[in-house]
């Protein structure tokens, strides 16, 4: 892992400055379909729901769907967006 | 007694231990006891490290408390739980590369190591040292409760006794193995715990006819039950939301998951461990969290909250898989009991004793010391859950809200942002613990949210505003 690594240290903090900042506009979208679909769906009067396999609808959007929908963005995010980079920076050590 | 539900539940304790010290003892030793024993040496890989952060929230919150609330409370709750999925990725997200490389510079072994060198003040070590200490002893004594109302549930053993067989097992555990060993039980007890909740909600909706027909069963109850709303109506939408910060984003702030997130091998293994993490997290907090929903239209009228998953365990497996199956959440447990004893007893022996009493101690003392300093915390911890408050999941709020009021901007802004100095550290963890223990006693919901949210703005109001009227003084840097 420290050997001869091209990465300059701006670089590596960059990417992950990116990166976090990536974590967080993610989990603002989390959000936003988390509440739509609960409180836009569930917040009708109860003999109205629908059902999607059972459960009621915004049940099955907000958490089933969106933790489907969330998963499948973290994986496409990982693998496409996220540098592999080196973590010694400088060649430091334990004590 | 059940004696079969018994044998299966201990027999994979006992196996999953005996993997997880027989792994960890192969492992060659470093140079540096503290650095193993404390951080497993920075070796960790993504599965293991997705496992162990998963098992270490997933705490007795989730696995007993959380079901026996959602099996009060319906679907909202439910809802409410779907908001840990966010940790799964967001924490290793932002903690990320940058606190990696940063802790590595610094070869920083705990949080507070990490506060020393970046702040460069006493105070902030001592002040996190405390907050450490107080907040997750209660989190440990509600675990220990937990652990103790499962096999109490399960065997039909008294309280006392469970609790003592709890105590022992982790006391043996933590004391020989250490954080290697911790996180590759954690690797174990993540994957039994996977397993078991899917096994466990499939028959828990096969025991009820089918999804419609138990939907159907809760709204003759209460048709509160399957609305976001909880079973009163009281789960507002802003209640609810502002959990996003307690259990969601906030989570980056506890200590002992920020240990976690230094100790990965490389940025392929934290980039495996954020999408395993995610899944893994979803599928055990939604499977978790519906069993305890579903349970209620099966087994009604279960009065403690906390027996609900062990009692319907019981109902609907035969006795041997409900066994097994329960060995998760107890597992679960037991490793966050045994990664929260790590952290308080390295917070005493590396952050004080090696810090302020004796600077360059021989390892065998070391040794000695954080031995002797993890068992004697436990025995103290057991003699608190001897006689324990009943529903467990409020004590480990509010320590859960108290470290990330304490923590999250200290550790955020010293990684991100250039100009926060130890002025701005130290005033924002006086004004997250002290505003977050005020609005906790007299005001608990402020404009309708968990006082988490106020105190953490509070707190990064106290940093932000400190830090930049002292710059002044860190020009020398």
């Keep these: 892992m420290n050997k001869i690594d091209m ?32 409180y836009g769906f569930g917040s009708r009067d109860v003999s109205d729901y629908k059902y999607i396999f059972g459960l009621p609808a915004w049940f099955f959007y907000s958490c089933i769907v969106g933790v489907i929908v969330i998963s499948v963005l973290v ?4 693998k496409f967006f996220f540098e592999e980079v080196s973590l010694d920076l400088e060649e430091l050590e334990k004590k | 007694m059940n004696w079969e539900a018994s044998v299966t539940l201990f027999g994979t304790i006992a196996l999953i231990f005996l993997i997880g010290l027989t792994i960890s003892r192969r492992e060659k030793a470093s140079e540096s006891f503290v650095q193993d024993y404390f951080l497993g040496g920075r070796s960790l890989g993504g599965f293991v490290l997705a496992m162990t952060m998963t098992a270490t929230y997933g705490s007795a919150s989730s696995f007993i408390g959380g079901p026996g609330v959602a099996y ?20 290793l997200m932002i903690l990320g590369k940058k606190f990696a490389i940063v802790t590595r510079q610094y070869s920083a072994i705990t949080l507070v190591d990490f506060l020393k060198e970046r702040y460069q003040s006493k105070w902030v070590v001592l002040l996190s040292s405390f907050s450490i200490i107080v907040f997750l002893f209660s989190t440990m004594a509600a675990q220990w409760i937990g ?50 909740t899917i096994i466990l909600l499939v028959a828990v909706i096969i025991a009820g006819g089918g999804i419609p027909s138990i939907i159907s069963d809760l709204q003759q109850v209460n048709p509160n039950l399957i609305t976001p709303y909880g079973a009163d109506g009281s789960l507002t939408p802003a209640y609810v939301s ?8 906030g989570v980056v702030a506890l200590p002992q998951i920020a240990v976690r997130a230094m100790s990965y091998k490389s940025a392929a293994a934290l980039h495996r461990a954020i999408i395993i993490g995610t899944i893994v997290v979803a599928v055990i907090m939604l499977n978790m969290h519906l069993i305890g929903v579903f349970a209620r239209a099966i087994l009604p009228g279960i009065e403690v909250g906390d027996r609900v998953m062990p009692l319907i365990a019981l109902e609907v497996l035969p006795p041997w898989l409900a066994g097994f199956v329960l060995a998760a959440p107890l597992a679960a447990i037991m490793s966050t009991v045994d990664s929260l004893l790590l952290l308080v007893s390295s917070t005493i022996v590396k952050d004080i004793y090696i810090n302020y009493v004796n600077p360059n101690p021989s390892r065998k003392k070391v040794q000695r010391i ?57 005033a924002s963890m006086i004004a997250g613990i002290a505003s977050y223990i005020v609005f906790q006693s007299f005001y608990p919901q402020p404009l309708g949210m968990h006082s988490v949210v106020t105190s953490i703005i509070l707190s990064l ?10 710059n002044y003084k860190y020009l020398g840097n």
């Design chain 2, 72 to 91: 009060n409370e319906g679907l909202g709750w439910v809802l409410l739980s779907l908001i840990q999925v966010a940790t799964g990725y967001f924490t």
């Design chain 1, 75 to 78: 994986y496409i995010v990982v």
């Design chain 2, 147 to 196: 652990g103790g109302r499962l096999i109490e549930s399960l065997t039909g053993l008294s309280y006392h006794s469970a609790l003592f067989i709890f105590v022992i097992t982790v006391l043996i555990y933590v004391t020989l193995g250490g954080f290697r060993a911790v996180t590759i039980t954690d690797a174990i007890q993540g994957s039994i715990m996977l397993i078991g």
């Design chain 1, 7 to 38: 990465n300059d240290k701006k670089y590596t903090m960059k990417t992950a400055n990116r990166e976090a900042l990536i974590g967080i506009g993610l989990v603002i979208f989390h959000f936003i379909w988390w509440f739509t679909f609960a």
């Design chain 2, 242 to 249: 502002s959990y996003w910060v307690l259990v969601g984003v």
């Design chain 2, 461 to 470: 109001i106290a940093y932000v505003g400190v830090s930049l009227s002292t």
């Design chain 2, 370 to 426: 954080s031995m002797g300093v993890t068992a004697v915390l436990g025995i103290i911890v057991f003699l608190m859950a001897v006689n324990p408050p009943d529903l467990i999941i409020w004590l480990n709020l509010f320590a859960i809200g108290g470290l990330e009021a304490t923590f999250i901007w200290p550790i955020i802004m010293g990684i991100y942002w250039r100009k926060g100095n130890k002025y701005g550290a130290i």
